[in-house]
């Protein structure tokens, strides 16, 4: 048996013999670009204060990595496509495991992004690759199945990222969450080459590289401008990336239109199973995204569990999404995408709406209902979504396919943290303001622990310091009328801390139910909207008709190119 896999799936007469240990590494690869993202947020306050992190420092930790992964996904996609899907897999391993190295020793705030720059460009190569590998090696019968099992994957590593850096920093400090990728990339790398067949398009036409630089502009402003404006302002730099946003998608649009091979032929937008699967993909994760960022702080700071404890508790989250990957399995075949992805919408919006009941005297066992419910919706609408969209391209295409699932559900995802993010800490501020109002906390103070809910109790430990230290004072000083000052002092700053905190709890708890609640709405709308997108019965029996047509039509003229052109290159791995 050779030690490297180098006959194409393509050439293969038959289903890939070890198609399942391929899929076992696409997912590992998956897994590791996922909980990039959510390892860091419970890994972010030791980080912080390590690196003298700045508020805006810490927002660009997070963002560089999704910027670049978010931007570059369609152009690499259409890379990969042309020249070796697993070549863009192992590349992109490699990249992404040179920046966790240096992201680990990084010594300042620029040094960090720049790592996680690094990291979000392996992303880019990797996500695509993942998903056409995966279309390209499983024949059609059971992909819908490999898929189930890889957008299961999606959802464990949003629940296992918080619980591998919450075990980690146990011991080890923030550095440990980078270099953790490190082995498990080693790993997908082998496996990659031992076990995922070499795959590429039969033809050779040539990229659409206007496009995909247009892409690049345009998707990568556009996430600039939803991180940058939000967070800090609607300034110069948030206004001019919402400018060229619009006139890099106004280019890219008009460009791919007129162009005979386009990276994205954006005419599929127009098929309402596309559009519909899209749209429920984004609007999916700008839901998911956005609770669990603000889940995450909920349950540290005013639970006030560690980081480990904090991914012990999101673990319910996992198992419900692969009882509904399992569900959608069952469902799906027999009763249609249209109803199983609404369904989940649902679920998620009656997750959010569960959300809406936390205040502060909420337990943990107020956030197992959402999760589990958010959990089991994950599974039920994402795999059919993601089977629909790498069904709406050709072979030839499928890196294109994955790209485009991806980068929808990256900006759905940057939307979420963006919007309900930004919504939070408005309403946070707003509320705190208003639990304070009254008392003698100074303007300076207030704007401080408005920043966020950890400044807040931050702020709240200050007073009780100092009420400590009046208290010692008043035990060592020899003066009965100054020690009764001093302790009066105390007291009266012992209650203020215990308020402030109250405060900060309270309006915290109000603010993730307020934010939750316009969560919701957005969701619950979006859901009805992909309820009138998504077709069914016959209306989905003529759009699959469609879509076949256009598959071979797409692939004809590609062989026609093909013969016309010089003699085809032989597939490389």
């Keep these: 048996m050779r030690l490297v896999m180098t006959e194409p799936v393509e050439r293969m007469d038959r289903p890939y013999a070890r198609r399942w240990w391929a899929l076992l590494v696409l997912c590992l690869s998956l897994l590791i670009i996922v909980m990039a993202n959510t390892a860091l947020t419970v890994a972010a306050p030791d980080m912080t204060q390590d690196l003298g992190l700045s508020s805006a420092d810490l927002q660009w930790v997070i963002d560089g990595y999704t910027v670049p992964y978010a931007a570059l996904m369609l152009l690499l996609g259409a890379i990969g496509d042309k020249y070796s899907r697993r070549g863009a897999l192992v590349l992109g391993l490699v990249v992404f495991g040179g920046g966790a190295v240096s992201g680990s020793?990084?010594?300042?705030?620029?040094?960090?992004?720049?790592?996680?720059?690094?990291?979000?460009?392996?992303?880019?190569?990797?996500?695509?690759a993942t998903l056409s590998l995966l279309a390209a090696t499983f024949p059609r019968a059971e992909r819908a199945k490999a898929i189930v099992l890889w957008t299961a994957t999606a959802g464990l590593a949003i629940a296992a990222g918080p619980l591998v850096a919450g075990a980690l920093l146990q011991h080890h400090g923030w550095a440990s969450t980078f270099l953790i990728n490190v082995p498990v990339a080693a790993v997908a790398l082998v496996g990659a080459l031992v076990l995922v067949p070499p795959s590429k398009a039969g033809h050779q036409d040539r990229i659409d590289h206007v496009g995909g630089l247009l892409s690049v502009v345009w998707i990568g402003a556009l996430v600039y401008m939803i991180i940058e404006g939000p967070h800090f302002g609607w300034g110069v730099s948030a206004i001019t990336a919402a400018v060229v946003a619009v006139v890099g998608l106004t280019g890219f649009v008009l460009w791919e239109l007129r162009h005979p091979r386009p990276v994205l032929d954006v005419r599929r937008f127009a098929h309402r199973r596309f559009a519909g699967a899209n749209l429920a993909v984004a609007l999916f994760f700008l839901a998911v995204f956005g609770a669990f960022y603000y889940l995450t702080q909920h349950l540290q700071f005013v639970l006030g569990y560690d980081a480990l404890d904090t991914g012990l508790r999101m673990l319910p989250l996992a198992g419900a999404v692969f009882v509904g990957s399992a569900l959608t399995g069952l469902l799906t075949p027999r009763l249609g995408m249209r109803v199983t992805v609404t369904a989940g919408m649902v679920g998620g919006t009656t997750a959010l709406a569960l959300l809406t009941r936390i205040d502060a005297a909420s337990s943990y066992g107020d956030l197992v209902a959402p999760l589990i419910v958010l959990g089991l919706a994950i599974g039920l609408a994402l795999s059919p979504c993601t089977d629909a969209i790498m069904g709406a391209f050709p072979e030839s295409q499928l890196g294109v396919g994955g790209a485009v699932n991806d980068t929808s559900l990256e900006l759905g995802g940057s939307l979420g943290i963006a919007i309900l993010g930004s919504l939070l800490a408005t309403s946070y501020g707003d509320r705190l303001a208003d639990a304070t109002a009254g008392g003698k906390l100074p303007a300076k103070t207030l704007a401080t622990a408005q920043d966020s809910v950890g400044a807040g109790y931050q702020v709240a430990q200050g007073i009780g310091d100092r009420a400590h230290q009046l208290a010692a004072r008043a035990a060592q000083t020899t003066d009965p009328q100054q020690a009764a000052q001093l302790k009066a002092q105390a007291g009266q700053l012992a209650s203020g801390a215990r308020q402030m905190a109250e405060a900060v709890?309270?309006?915290?708890?109000?603010?993730?139910?307020?934010?939750?609640?316009?969560?919701?709405?957005?969701?619950?709308?979006?859901?009805?909207?992909?309820?009138?997108?998504?077709?069914?019965?016959?209306?989905?029996?003529?759009?699959?008709?469609?879509?076949?047509?256009?598959?071979?039509?797409?692939?004809?003229?590609?062989?026609?190119?093909?013969?016309?052109?010089?003699?085809?290159l032989s597939p490389v791995s």
Excluded at 109 to 115: F, K, P, Q, S, W
């Design 105 to 128: 020793f990084a010594d300042s705030a620029t040094t960090v992004i720049a790592a996680r720059a690094v990291m979000g460009v392996g992303a880019a190569l990797i996500m695509p």
């Design 505 to 568: 709890s309270s309006s915290f708890a109000g603010a993730v139910a307020h934010t939750s609640l316009v969560g919701a709405v957005i969701l619950g709308v979006g859901t009805v909207l992909v309820a009138i997108l998504l077709p069914s019965g016959k209306a989905a029996a003529h759009e699959d008709e469609v879509e076949t047509a256009e598959a071979a039509e797409t692939a004809g003229s590609a062989a026609g190119a093909e013969s016309a052109g010089s003699a085809p």
